[in-house]
């Protein structure tokens, strides 16, 4: 009898799911925000939020762009939600699998689509106090450049 309990406890063990992307770094896991001035007016805000599950959302709102708006008024915004996985000693991996977005200009309904994008490519980042650094590679006219985001952690 104690034979059957065993092979049950083991068999019951062996299906247990596994975590297949496990966070190594655990301080990546929360909000992080940046605030840019727009030019020639307005904010950019940047909302990275990274959750236990591995999972993510990059909003970036815009405010005050349009000539007629203040910065209090949102003019526009672009989601992307999906997956992430951090990797030693410092990548960040950001795969999205929709991407949605809304423009005041238009006057239109949201719009939400399949994506398989890569945010932030070939990303690494370091963690220092409340900030979180981002380095990745941007693609202006076709030149790759090294690009850093700076991220303030939410309380």
């Known amino acids: 009898m104690k034979v059957i309990y065993c092979v ?27 605030i840019i001035e727009a030019k020639p007016q307005g904010l950019l805000i940047y ?14 709102n815009q405010f005050g762009i349009y000539p007629t708006q203040s910065n209090q008024d949102i003019s526009a915004w672009t989601e992307f939600s999906g997956t992430f996985e951090q990797k030693p000693p410092n ?13 005041d200009f238009y006057d239109m309904t949201p ?10 490519e070939n990303c690494t980042y370091k963690i220092i106090n409340d900030t ?16 850093k985001k700076v991220l303030t952690k939410v309380k």
């Open 47 to 60: 909302e990275l939020t990274l959750n236990t599950n591995s999972t993510f959302i990059l909003k970036i």
């Open 8 to 34: 049950f406890i083991l068999l019951f063990l062996s299906c247990q799911k596994e975590d297949i992307n496990p966070i190594e770094d655990v301080s990546l896991i929360g909000k992080w925000t940046e």
């Open 132 to 147: 979180l650094e981002l380095t990745y590679t941007t693609y202006p006219a076709d030149s790759p450049i090294e690009t």
């Open 111 to 120: 719009i939400s689509e399949a994506s398989n994008a890569q945010v932030f």
């Open 91 to 103: 990548t960040l991996i950001l795969k999205a699998g929709e991407y949605s977005w809304w423009d």
